[in-house]
């Protein structure tokens, strides 16, 4: 299964804290930490952990996250030899509060910003090869409705996680295979309720819900997959494990209801530690883990 993942990737600045602070207030933290990030990079690697073949499309700047941004997603047997290096931008970061179980997140996209259309081009044959293509919305509009255009042309899967939720253009969301918003998401990128915009698009939108699990249309009725109930350390990351592991459960033949449960097994793993790709589970990790 070759999974094309065309989006964004930084460098991840965490500071855990017992409480989020209040506007113009100063409190003490507990604990700092770096990872590597961006959602792109994330879902790539959360795929790649699984056992997809996962190559990378995306832009770094000319700097030293850059080079820990590569080498890390090397590590995991993605193919990085597609990535730009621009001297127009730094990488990207995101500066990450983690407290009461929850995370506010701060995104200067830098390099992801260089994911141009034009650098999409001079990379079309790694899409056209693809058996799914994975995009979100922390790279250029654009390129993620010419990318979709492409792959509906080409007859190749697209999966689109809309965050940070934009509205998307009506021909981008037909044209999609998958759509993947949380509720928050779901309101902002249809302008609707999730009931009408579920049963408008069975089997399309998949929106997810944190505790109360994955909902989506079956083209007869909304379908409510649970999630599991685990103790939370740390939310960073949930999405993207979901979203890593439903590409890669869709394309190993996953009938939809399954591939949602495995996928939300996938992200109740990584949320019970901190971070998102170091916390995010190998397929033998799943295959052992108790409901």
Do not use: W
Request: proline share 3%; aromatic share 8%.
């Amino acid at each position: 299964m070759k999974i094309v993942i065309v989006g964004s990737c930084s460098q991840d600045y965490f500071t855990i804290s017992d409480k989020f602070p209040k506007k113009g207030e100063t409190i003490i933290g507990s604990d700092f930490t770096t990872s590597l990030g961006g959602k792109g990079s994330n879902q790539a690697v959360a795929s790649a952990k699984l056992g997809a073949d996962v190559t990378f499309l995306g832009c770094v700047g000319k700097d030293d996250i850059g080079e820990k941004i590569i080498n890390n997603m090397s590590s995991y047997a993605i193919n990085t030899n597609y990535i730009q290096k621009t001297d127009e931008f730094p990488s990207g970061i995101a500066t990450i509060i983690v407290a009461e179980g929850d995370n506010i997140i701060v995104i200067v996209k830098g390099a992801n910003n260089a994911v141009t259309v034009e650098y999409v081009k001079k990379n079309l044959k790694v899409i056209e090869d693809a058996d799914m293509v994975v995009l979100q919305l922390e790279i250029p509009l654009e390129t993620v409705e010419y990318v979709t255009n492409i792959c509906f042309e080409k007859g190749i899967s697209v999966m689109l996680n809309p965050a940070p939720a934009i509205a998307l253009k009506k021909e981008t969301i037909e044209k999609a295979t998958y759509i993947t918003p949380n509720e928050t998401e779901l309101e902002i990128v249809f302008n609707d309720n999730m009931k009408n915009v579920l049963a408008k698009y069975p089997n399309k939108v998949i929106m997810t819900n944190g505790s109360q699990g994955v909902y989506y249309h079956n083209g007869k009725e909304i379908i409510n997959v649970p999630s599991y109930k685990v103790d939370v350390v740390d939310t960073t990351g949930a999405g993207d494990s979901f979203n890593g592991a439903l590409a890669y459960s869709l394309l190993s033949g996953f009938e939809l209801s399954k591939a949602i449960r495995f996928s939300n097994k996938a992200a109740s793993k990584t949320v019970q530690d901190v971070g998102a790709q170091t916390a995010m589970p190998k397929l033998r990790e799943l295959e052992k883990y108790d409901e």
